[in-house]
């Protein structure tokens, strides 16, 4: 900005003659900072709008992982009624098994068991209502038994569980 006020300022000062070569010089000059300007403007425009969709993706990592660790929680304690309020209409919980339909194959997951630990391993807002996240299941013994994948999406301004899967 400086460099622009300076600039006018040369053009103030050049100018008795209208067709100054110094005049000229300075008006190329104004033009090029002023093109620089814009194309700063533009990728600070960008730039702003990737961080604040950064942070809204780490601020829902925060609420929905609450969420999945209440899941997880009933889930443990098999009640089946009080996680249905957690969960999309596509998704039911019957029987300890999480079911729904994905591309007309029935998905079955069975539920976690008391003991087992979570760890967060990884989050994506996937779009502005799909948010798709990984956790480690460890068992109490310590074993390993893979990643649960989640998928939230935003219904009537509520996060809900719309798909679960094992990835292997």
């Known amino acids: 900005m400086k460099k622009l006020y300076f600039l006018f300022f040369l053009l103030i000062a050049s100018g008795c003659s209208e067709r100054s070569p110094e005049l000229e010089s300075t008006k190329a ?5 002023k093109q620089q300007n814009a194309e700063l ?8 709008k990737e961080l604040e969709t950064k942070q809204k993706e780490y601020e829902l ?5 609450i969420q999945a660790r209440e899941i997880f929680h009933l889930m443990t304690e098999g ?10 209409d596509k998704l039911t919980a019957a029987n300890k098994t999480m079911t729904y339909f994905f ?15 979570f760890r967060q391993r990884f989050y994506s807002l ?6 798709i996240t990984g956790y480690e299941v460890w068992r109490s013994g310590g074993s ?25």
């Open 126 to 131: 996937d779009s502005e209502r799909s948010y």
């Open 29 to 33: 000059l104004l033009e090029e900072v």
């Open 41 to 48: 403007e533009l990728q600070m425009n960008k730039l702003t």
């Open 79 to 88: 009640k089946e009624l009080e996680l249905q309020s957690h969960l999309s």
């Open 144 to 168: 390993y038994a893979g990643v649960l994948v989640l998928k939230f999406v935003l219904k009537d301004d509520i996060w809900v569980l719309d798909e679960i899967q094992n990835d292997i």
């Open 61 to 65: 990592r925060n609420i929905l992982d």
């Open 103 to 117: 591309d007309n194959e029935k998905i079955t997951i069975p539920f976690v068991k008391n003991g087992d630990d």
